[in-house]
């Protein structure tokens, strides 16, 4: 047994994702996102965004104790609103599945910093304020400022191991901004 470890505790592990149905391949294209059907991407989705914060603020704790504040998770933001993008077929590389981060600095903070998972329609709406008045927006609940935006493919989601794999994406990022300082 590779890990003798596992062994001497006695204990199982569970994969809390949901693994690719290879079978939904034969009648589409060979992107392994095919692999999986619009919902489990959501549910694998889902899992990754709400463990983000804790996880990263983990690793960054334990590796890099003394730039914690340089790596901060929320860059001076309050919250971060994230929406992601998933079908149930892919034709090629063009219209992949992605996400977007929202750093949002809100006016009369009143919580603990919180990633929030926003649909389809409060994207739209947002992204709608955005192109009006990209700085100073209201709504939401609250006076808000966004500070940032960005966006990707979520191929991490589509991996054995997305959450880690999305950390250490958005660690390179950082420190490679920390490094050119």
């Known amino acids: 047994m590779p890990y003798p470890y596992l062994r001497q505790c006695n204990t199982s592990i569970i994969r809390i994702y949901k693994k690719p149905d290879f079978s939904r391949l034969k009648s589409r294209s060979a992107w392994i996102w095919n692999a999986y059907s619009k919902e489990d991407a959501g549910?694998?989705?889902?899992?990754v965004f709400e463990n983000l914060q804790e996880v990263y603020?983990?690793?960054?704790?334990?590796?890099?104790?003394?730039?914690k504040s340089d790596?901060?998770?929320?860059?001076?933001?309050?919250?971060i609103l994230v929406h992601w993008t998933a079908?149930?077929?892919?034709?090629g590389i063009a219209i992949g599945?992605?996400?977007n981060m929202y750093y949002i600095k809100d006016k009369n903070p009143d919580h603990a910093k919180r990633i929030e998972i926003i649909n389809?329609?409060?994207?739209?709406a947002l992204?709608?304020?955005i192109m009006l008045q990209p700085r100073e927006l209201r709504g939401i609940g609250k006076d808000f400022r966004l500070s940032t935006r960005s966006n990707g493919?979520?191929?991490?989601?589509?991996?054995?191991t997305p959450l880690l794999n999305l950390i250490y994406m958005l660690l390179k990022r950082r420190l490679d901004e920390y490094f050119a300082k």
């Open 43 to 47: 549910y694998n989705s889902k899992i």
């Open 57 to 67: 603020s983990i690793v960054i704790s334990h590796n890099f104790p003394t730039l």
């Open 71 to 79: 790596l901060d998770f929320f860059e001076g933001a309050d919250r």
């Open 87 to 91: 079908r149930d077929e892919y034709q």
């Open 97 to 99: 599945p992605g996400y």
């Open 120 to 124: 389809e329609e409060q994207a739209k």
């Open 127 to 129: 992204n709608d304020m």
């Open 153 to 160: 493919a979520l191929d991490c989601v589509y991996e054995e």
